[in-house]
T-cell receptor, first 114, second 111 residues
Framework: ETGVTQTPRHLVMGMTNKKSLKCEQH?????MYWYKQSAKKPLELMFV???????ENNSVPSRFSPECPNSSHLFLHLHTLQPEDSALYLC?????????????FGSGTRLTVV | GENVEQHPSTLSVQEGDSAVIKCTYS??????FPWYKQELGKRPQLIID?????GEKKDQRIAVTLNKTAKHFSLHITETQPEDSAVYFC??????????FGQGTRLTINP
């Protein structure tokens, strides 16, 4: 593992379910990100957290709810999703927030909404 | 918002030949331009990056060039090998202190 761990790796959920994705980084980074990767829009930024404070919400629907209890952990709570939300959800971290740092990605959660 | 355009979307080259992928950006304020490689079923991984104080950076068979005047940067892979087959993403300034990713280039190396 590269230092960013995501669970679960695969998730199938119905449109009325509630589930959560988890991300943990062991790199001592201060910024964490959620990205959605689909065939139509590769690597689409969803949320950014810096020192556990949300700095970016990229017009994401409210059925996606992020939570960052500390700089090492990031969650994405899901409820009443739509089939078009099926995608690979990637977590990433960087040393600090901003344009000048490389990202380390987790392996992602492959989400299927049925 | 600020944009990063990546071309081509697909690229097929013979093993041993070179591959070049280009990205253009619109926000002139940034100083950092990374490239990521994503193999099938795996996570994107940083393979090389360049900062604006240099025009070119090399790491074995890969290199990145930056032209800040023209606002474009390119990934060059020489002596391509089958394991170079992957999707490559550039990233650049997206305004408001964030990186945005290009649309990706699917590179196929033909034996």
């Amino acid at each position: 593992e590269t230092g960013v761990t995501q669970t679960p790796r695969h998730l199938v959920m119905g449109m009325t379910n509630k589930k959560s994705l988890k991300c943990e980084q062991h790199l001592g980074h201060n910024a964490m990100y959620w990205y959605k990767q689909s065939a139509k829009k590769p690597l689409e930024l969803m949320f950014v957290y810096n020192f556990k404070e949300q700095t970016e919400n990229n017009s994401v629907p409210s059925r996606f709810s992020p939570e960052c209890p500390n700089s090492s952990h990031l969650f994405l709570h899901l409820h009443t999703l739509q089939p078009e939300d099926s995608a690979l959800y990637l977590c990433a971290s960087s040393q600090d927030w901003g344009q000048n740092y490389g990202y380390t990605f987790g392996s992602g959660t492959r989400l299927t909404v049925v | 918002g600020e944009n990063v355009e990546q071309h081509p979307s697909t690229l097929s080259v013979q093993e041993g030949d070179s591959a070049v992928i280009k990205c253009t950006y619109s926000d002139s304020a940034s100083n950092y331009f990374p490239w990521y490689k994503q193999e099938l079923g795996k996570r994107p991984q940083l393979i090389i990056d360049i900062r604006s104080n240099v025009g070119e950076k090399k790491d074995q068979r890969i290199a990145v060039t930056l032209n800040k005047t023209a606002k474009h940067f390119s990934l060059h892979i020489t002596e391509t090998q089958p394991e170079d087959s992957a999707v490559y993403f550039c990233a650049g300034p997206g305004g408001a202190q964030k990186l945005v990713f290009g649309q990706g280039t699917r590179l196929t190396i033909n034996p």
